[in-house]
């Protein structure tokens, strides 16, 4: 599965981490000094990446 294959949106600055809202889920994390996030989704044994997704939205350092 590639990245094109995902909706991707602004999500929610709060919580952190990964929050399921019943339709999706929201991602947030932390960094004072990223220059880029990408969220990597593996399989279930976790071995094999599915896909590299970049997360381009941020508010302030989240």
């Given at each position: 599965?590639?990245?094109?294959?995902?909706?991707?949106w602004p999500g929610l600055p709060y919580p952190l981490g990964a929050t399921w809202d019943g339709s999706g889920t929201n991602f947030t994390l932390f960094s004072a000094h990223a220059e880029k996030v990408e969220l990597c989704l593996f399989d279930d044994d976790g071995k094999r990446e599915l896909a590299r997704v970049a997360l381009p939205e941020f508010t302030h350092e989240i």
């Open positions: 599965m590639s990245e094109n294959e995902y909706r991707v």
